[in-house]
């Protein structure tokens, strides 16, 4: 039995708990609905409820005036607040996601959810942004379920072939522009990439170290003491790779320093040295 709950739970099947909540974290019926909304405790995901307000909320592309808006000036003033937004976010630690919805349903319009690396982050964003306000309006930020945004994206609304519209009960997710996502997005990936080349060394020396014998953990190549300046230049792999000696000499690459080996003696001095052996334990044994 146990089970079979474990496996219907979240889906249509499930007369207990609400589907809609636990894919998309809102649900149409609100404190109404007949079956039960889980609020997580603690979650990467964040849903900060009705945030955005585009220009055109009450008749699409026409603003408040009854004047009507081009295309492109709603873009730009929806990516001037997905910019301020994720930048205020971005104080709390690594953003994976951020998504803005377009629909137009209460219980969905101008959502935004923020994915956070650790749980952590999202719980200090939490804790920051209570009782906070944006544009005038109070910040209302929970904890959501959301984990995985494919299943609570809609397809067809990716596809241009939605016929639901704006009250579809799944995510309308407004996109920013490629050089935006770049902009923003792009600093996590150079920053991945100069962590894994800063504190890694490279495939060929770790290989190279194996067959000595001599495997060491990584943190043993990194340099000890402070880099100097010129370490970014083109000495950056002898650097990063190199430790000093307790003497101060470079080793080449990080190598260990091997024991001097001792002069191999001629076959005459061994021989002299095995005979002189074998006088010795037989005195010693007389």
């Known amino acids: 039995m146990a089970e079979h709950l474990a496996s219907i739970f979240g889906t249509e099947k499930d007369r207990v708990n609400c589907p809609f909540y636990f894919k998309i974290g809102a649900c149409r019926h609100g404190d109404r609905c007949s079956r039960l909304h889980n609020k997580p405790t603690i979650s990467p ?40 937004i994720f930048e205020e976010l ?23 959810y923020v994915q956070f690396r650790e749980e952590d982050q999202a719980a200090a964003a939490v804790k920051a ?20 945004f494919r299943e609570a994206t809609c397809r067809q609304y990716e596809e241009n072939s939605c016929n639901r519209g704006g009250y579809c009960n799944f995510m309308h997710v ?15 990936q150079r920053s991945r990439g100069s962590r894994s080349r800063s504190r890694s060394p490279s495939p060929y020396h770790r290989r190279e170290n194996r067959d000595r014998g001599d495997y060491r953990d990584r943190d043993d190549y990194r340099v ?3 880099r100097s300046a010129d370490s970014v230049s083109g000495r950056r792999s002898a650097d990063r790779y190199g430790r ?8 080449r690459h990080g190598s260990p320093r091997r ?27 007389a």
């Open 174 to 188: 407004k996109q920013i522009g490629r050089e935006l996502r770049r902009k923003l997005f792009g600093r996590y």
């Open 129 to 148: 942004l209570q009782g906070r306000f944006y544009s005038g309006r109070p910040i209302i930020v929970d904890f959501s379920p959301v984990t995985d």
């Open 90 to 112: 971005n104080k709390f630690g690594e953003i994976e996601s951020l998504n803005v919805c377009d629909n137009l349903a209460d219980h969905m319009i101008g959502n935004v």
């Open 45 to 84: 995901t964040l849903l900060l409820s009705n945030m955005y307000h585009r220009p055109d909320m009450i008749t699409p592309g026409i603003d408040a005036q009854g004047q009507p808006i081009e295309p492109q000036k709603l873009q730009e003033h929806f990516e001037d607040f997905y910019e301020d």
């Open 259 to 285: 024991a001097r080996s001792p002069i191999r003696e001629g076959s005459e001095e061994r021989r002299a040295k095995i005979a002189q052996w074998n006088r010795e334990r037989e005195e010693k044994h």
């Open 244 to 251: 000093y000696d307790s003497d101060g000499g470079r080793r």
């Open 224 to 226: 000890s003491g402070r």
